[in-house]
């Protein structure tokens, strides 16, 4: 009955994974070897580089006492925020639905590269969810060789790179380059 108020909707990653019911990689496959990764348990874990979790607290709607929300931080030394401190800030956290589709559906196991790109699809107000699923289909077809570095700009939209998936982020929420065709979803 806690699993919500402590962990949030995360506390279902591992859980799902464990059932064969995640999908992944576009839907390709149902468990995910780096679910752990990125599971509330991760979430929760104090970093090596700075021994702060990514999670910071919970935050709950108006009158709910469940308060399954996340406020997280990224690393200040990791690769997206490092050189830029307007993202070295406490925002909405990653959420089973974001890390889903972030993570798993895109092959994507680094937690602060999906909390960035997660924080970057709220500041920009575009879905996560819809993203993520859309990154994932992307990346199946550059994976069969449907699309190239041609048509994404010279990004190499491997399953499981997060640099593509967080520049891609970026990209989307400018309306710029194969961001631009994300952005008309999959």
């Excluded at 910071?56 to 990791?78: M, V, Y």
Aim: aromatic share 6%; glycine share 14%.
């Amino acid at each position: 009955g806690q699993g919500l108020p402590a962990m949030g909707t995360q506390v279902l990653m591992n859980v799902i994974n464990e059932t064969g019911a995640l999908p992944t990689r576009n839907h390709m496959e149902s468990q995910f070897e780096g679910a752990g990764n990125i599971s509330a348990e991760a979430m929760a874990e104090p970093r090596a580089s700075d021994g702060k979790p990514n999670l910071i607290t919970n935050a709950a709607c108006f009158g709910c006492t469940i308060a399954c929300g996340r406020i997280s931080s990224i690393d200040r030394t990791h690769y997206t925020v490092a050189k830029r401190p307007e993202y070295q800030i406490a925002s909405g956290g990653l959420e089973y639905e974001a890390a889903w589709a972030l993570g798993a559906a895109t092959g994507v196991d680094d937690l602060d590269a999906l909390t960035f790109a997660n924080f970057v699809c709220n500041e920009q107000g575009f879905d996560p969810i819809s993203f993520g699923a859309t990154v994932g289909a992307a990346m199946e077809l550059y994976e069969k060789g449907v699309i190239t570095k041609k048509h994404t700009g010279g990004i190499h939209l491997k399953f499981g790179n997060a640099k593509a998936l967080t520049k891609l982020t970026e990209l989307t929420g400018q309306g710029k380059g194969f961001g631009k065709d994300i952005g008309l979803g999959s």
